[in-house]
C-alpha cells in the first residue's frame, strides 16, 4: 500500500477566530512539505486537523497508511529511565529501542530519568521514538527546536532517509529546513 495524505480546502477556527481557509495539499511517496509562517499562524493546528485529532471547520483530509507524530509532548514516562521509557514504545512498536538510541546518540542517557533530560535531549529521545513507529506518515512539529546543529543535520537525514523510503514528512518549522524536493506551505498565504 502507498502512503498517501491529502488535504481539501482546509479552513481552521480556533475560538471566534478564522485561522486559515483554502488550504490543500497532496502529498504521496516520498514528498516532504515544510509548512511555515510566523507564531499564531496556525501551523499546529493544521498539523492536528491532518492528524485526526482536530475537526477542521471546512474541507477534507485523506490519509492512506499509519500516521506518527512528533509535536511537543513526548509521550515518555518523566519518572523512567529514558531506555525504559522507549523500551516500553518499541516492545508496542515491535522495534528496537537499542539500535534508535544509538542512532539518536543517546547512548550515554540510557539511565537518566527521562525528567532529567535537556530539551534537545528530550527531543533526540522524540525522534528515537518516530523512527521507531516505522510509520509512512510523519507529522512534525517543530522538530528543530532545541536541537544543537549536529541534531538539526541528524533530524535532516532522518527527514531524507524517510522520503527515500517512501515515505511522506510534513514538517511545521520556523526554521529553514535541507531535504531534498522539500516543497513550502506559506500558511500566512492562506489567512483570512
Ligand atoms: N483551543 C483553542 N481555542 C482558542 N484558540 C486557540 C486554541 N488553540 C490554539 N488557539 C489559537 O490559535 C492560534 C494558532 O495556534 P497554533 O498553535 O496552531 O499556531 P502555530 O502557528 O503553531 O504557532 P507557533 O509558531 O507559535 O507554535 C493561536 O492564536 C492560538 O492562541
Redesign the pocket.
Known amino acids: 500500500m502507498q502512503a498517501h495524505l491529502a488535504a481539501t480546502d482546509l479552513a ?1 477556527r ?2 471566534e ?1 478564522l ?1 486559515f481557509r483554502g488550504v490543500s495539499l497532496d502529498l504521496g511517496p516520498g514528498a516532504a512539505c515544510r509548512v511555515a ?12 486537523i491532518l492528524a485526526g485529532l482536530l475537526r477542521p471547520f471546512a474541507g477534507t483530509v485523506e490519509r492512506r497508511g499509519a500516521i506518527a507524530l512528533l509535536d511537543e509532548r513526548h509521550a515518555l514516562d518523566p519518572q523512567l529511565p529514558l531506555g525504559r521509557a522507549l523500551a516500553f514504545w518499541a516492545r508496542l512498536d515491535g522495534a528496537s529501542a537499542r539500535e534508535h538510541i544509538r542512532r539518536l546518540g543517546l547512548e550515554k542517557l540510557e539511565d537518566v530519568p527521562v525528567r532529567y533530560l535537556s530539551t534537545g535531549q528530550k527531543k533526540r529521545a522524540a525522534l528515537a521514538r518516530l523512527i521507531a513507529q516505522d510509520a509512512p506518515i510523519w507529522l512534525l ?2 522538530p528543530l527546536n532545541g536541537l544543537d546543529r549536529q541534531g538539526l543535520a541528524l533530524c535532516e537525514t532522518l527527514v531524507a532517509e524517510h522520503c527515500a523510503a517512501g515515505g511522506i514528512a510534513l514538517v ?1 518549522s ?1 526554521q529553514e529546513m535541507a531535504a531534498p524536493a522539500m516543497t513550502t506551505l506559506a ?1 500566512a498565504d492562506f489567512a483570512p
Open positions: 481552521c480556533r475560538g477566530r485561522l509562517g510566523p507564531n499564531g499562524i496556525g501551523k499546529t493546528s493544521l498539523i492536528r512539529d517543530e511545521a520556523h500558511l
